[in-house]
Structure formats: structure tokens, C-alpha cells
């Protein structure tokens, strides 16, 4: 799918016109709407192609007619065990247009759409790019804030869990803050490539913007590592409360079922076809009862008395 757009007044809206557009935005594109990206912008079919790869790494690569930026972007999976996933979100700049190219779809241009103070034109193209970077930096932090929220929303209902499910959802948690971790890290050299990458210095306003997008990718680096570090802890322990809590209740039975076992055994007992005390009372069987109660009660002075309740 091709999405194109423009500019007006400074907020992005949809246009069904060529003419008019400013921008593309290809999701999971086919062969055929790539080769018509490439006529509508001047992009070759290789940097297209090589921006619809979902694994590529970050990178700038620039070309006479264009330059490609790719960004790792974090994308919610509705039916995937992982929650979320980091993809590559392609961004190729032309002399007129910018186009990005990604294998799903991400909040990026959802955060752009709703921005109204957005400014485009050929000589701000870098400022564009950087604005898109940023928007990137507070997505990644977005979704480790969610991870949070989901992290102890988990612990909250593990301590009184004897199963595995709230376990296995902090190891999919986990495994989402690994992938965060991996693809934060990797947009460490892309900076400075990114500041001489462009046919012109970059102004001093875009220099700090690149600094703070700098700061915010490493802020969420560190955010995604502390994050991580506490799901591991929290994984080992509760794990073993887990552990801790079957074994309550399995000493729990266990002592029920003893303490039960000891009428059962009287019983037993004066259910024999031989001569046994009292069978020929009137009160055998109160008398019996009686043992059997005294017993139990023994029993559970017992255990009571060694904490197994």
C-alpha cells in the first residue's frame, strides 16, 4: 500500500493526486508499487528494495538523486507472543519528495499526522528527518513505558499464581526489551553519519536536534537496559515464589491428609471381624467416634503447633 501526502498549513493530510504530494508512505509494498515508488520519486529500485528488508540494520547510504536512512521502529504485534517488535522503517529523501518504506505499519506517521506544526521544503529536508527521528526516540519510549505498566500489572498477580502463564508473560516482556535493547544500540554510529550525510552543514537549530535526538535514543537505551535487568530478577524470583507457593499447598494437603488418615485408621481398626474392646457397650460406637476426634484434634495441635496451617 501507498499512502501520499502533503503539507497544508502545517499539519499532513491524505491527497490522491500525484501532483500535489509531498510525501509517500509505502507499507509492506509489492514489487509493482515499489517500481512505482521509484518512477514517482527519482529513487533507484535497489535503495527501495533495501529499505523494505524488516531486518536491515540502521544505516545512511547516500546516492547522487537520493539519500536512505534506516531507523529501527518499534511496531505492536496483535498476534504474535511478543507484544512488541522493532522493524526497519526505510526513509529515502529525493530533490521534491520523501518517501518511507517499512514491512508494517508503526505510529510514526501517526504521531506526524497529529503534530500541526510541521514544515517541509527541499533546502529542510534534513529538519524533516531529524523531526522523524525524534518522533521515533519518544515512540521507543512510549512502548518501554507500556512494558512497565505490563511488567507490574504481572507482578501484581504472580504472588498469588501457582502456574506458569504470569511467568511466561514476563519472558515474552523480556524478549521484547532485548530486541528494544539490540536495535537502540545499533543507532549508536548513525549520528555522525547522519550530520555529514546532507549536500550542506547542517544549521545550528537541526545540530541540536540532532544532539537531543542523541540523549533521547540514549535515554531509552538505558531505560530498555534497567528494564531488562529488572525483568531477569524478577523472572529468578518469582520463580522461585512460584515454586514456594506449590509447596504451601502441597504441605497443606499433605497434612490434611493425615490428619484424616487418623480416623480413617480407628476405623479401620474396629471394622475387623475379631474381639475388640467395647463391642459389647452400648456406646461402641460414640466411644469410637470419641477416638477418633480426640485424634484428629491431636493431630491438629500438632501441626498447628509446627506451623504447617
Not at 20 to 45: H, M, V
Not at 128 to 143: E, N
Not at 214 to 241: N, P
Request: net charge neutral; proline share 4%.
Amino acid at each position: 500500500m501507498i499512502e501520499m501526502l502533503t503539507l497544508e498549513r502545517g499539519t499532513l493530510i491524505v491527497v490522491d493526486s500525484t501532483d500535489r504530494a509531498q510525501f509517500y508512505r509505502a507499507i509492506a509494498p509489492n514489487d509493482a508499487e515499489l517500481a512505482r515508488l521509484a518512477q514517482l520519486t527519482g529513487a533507484s529500485a535497489e535503495l527501495l528494495s533495501a529499505a523494505c528488508d524488516p531486518d536491515e540494520r540502521p544505516r545512511f547510504e547516500a546516492e547522487e538523486n537520493a539519500r536512505l536512512l534506516v531507523l529501527r521502529v518499534p511496531c505492536d504485534l496483535q498476534k504474535s507472543n511478543t507484544p512488541v517488535k522493532t522493524v526497519a522503517l526505510g526513509v529515502i529523501v529525493t530533490a521534491n519528495h520523501v518517501a518511507t518504506v517499512c514491512s508494517r505499519d508503526s505510529d510514526v506517521w501517526t504521531s506526524l499526522k497529529n503534530s500541526r506544526s510541521i514544515a517541509y521544503s527541499p533546502d529542510q529536508a534534513p529538519a524533516f528527518v531529524l523531526h522523524l527521528c525524534m518522533r521515533v526516540a519518544r515512540l521507543y519510549l512510549a512502548k518501554l513505558t507500556w512494558i512497565k505498566i505490563q511488567a507490574d500489572t504481572v507482578e501484581q498477580e504472580i504472588h498469588k499464581s501457582l502456574r506458569n502463564d504470569m511467568l511466561i508473560r514476563l519472558l515474552e516482556l523480556e524478549k521484547c526489551l532485548v530486541d528494544i535493547t539490540t536495535s537502540l544500540r545499533a543507532h549508536d554510529p548513525l549520528w555522525d553519519r547522519l550530520r555529514r550525510g546532507w549536500q550542506r552543514e547542517l544549521t545550528e537549530q537541526e545540530q541540536e536536534l540532532l544532539e537531543d535526538i542523541r540523549i533521547e535514543f540514549k535515554q531509552a537505551r538505558d531505560l530498555a537496559e534497567i528494564h531488562s535487568g529488572i525483568l531477569s530478577g524478577m523472572m529468578d524470583a518469582f520463580a522461585s515464589i512460584i515454586s514456594n507457593n506449590l509447596n504451601v499447598v502441597m504441605k497443606l494437603l499433605t497434612s490434611i491428609t493425615i490428619i484424616l488418615m487418623l480416623p480413617t485408621l480407628v476405623a479401620s481398626v474396629y471394622g475387623m471381624n475379631v474381639k475388640l474392646p467395647f463391642q459389647d457397650s452400648p456406646h461402641a460406637f460414640l466411644i469410637t467416634m470419641a477416638l477418633s476426634f480426640v485424634a484428629s484434634l491431636m493431630g491438629v495441635a500438632v501441626f498447628w503447633r509446627k506451623r504447617f496451617f
